[in-house]
């Protein structure tokens, strides 16, 4: 099983800025993608982020120009930089990888973390 860790969520007021960190742990092959996914109560879980091992990323229109995802494929780390916090963005924040475990694995398997909450409020 692949594990993923996240922290750096917290209280923010609007404005400012959190930094999100995953780290993938486990008997890993190959990570094909890791993305930021973010759900309040009451509505769907979200996609926030992607970013391919190539270095393509994919970003909700909501968060464009705001945030930044990047990753460090030596770590099997994924960050995601956000700035200009609103309170709309208040959610629990769920860290995703797309992974093989074998070599002769041919699916990727989706991975989550537990998550971590974002709080944007004066």
């Known amino acids: 099983q692949v594990q993923l860790v996240e922290s750096g969520g917290g209280l923010v007021q609007p404005g400012g800025s959190l930094r999100l960190s995953c780290a993938a742990s486990g008997s890993i092959f190959r990570i094909n993608a890791m993305g930021w996914y973010r759900q309040v109560p009451g509505k769907q879980r979200e996609l926030v982020a992607t970013v391919t091992g190539g270095g393509s990323t994919n970003y909700a229109d909501s968060v464009k120009g705001r945030f930044t995802i990047s990753r460090d494929n030596t770590k099997n780390t994924v960050y995601l930089q956000m700035n200009s916090l609103k309170p709309e963005d208040t959610a629990v924040y769920t860290c995703?990888?797309?992974?093989?475990?074998?070599?002769?694995?041919?699916?990727?398997?989706?991975?989550w973390g537990k998550g971590t909450l974002v709080t944007v409020s004066s």
């Open positions: 995703n990888c797309k992974a093989r475990l074998t070599s002769y694995q041919s699916y990727d398997v989706d991975y």
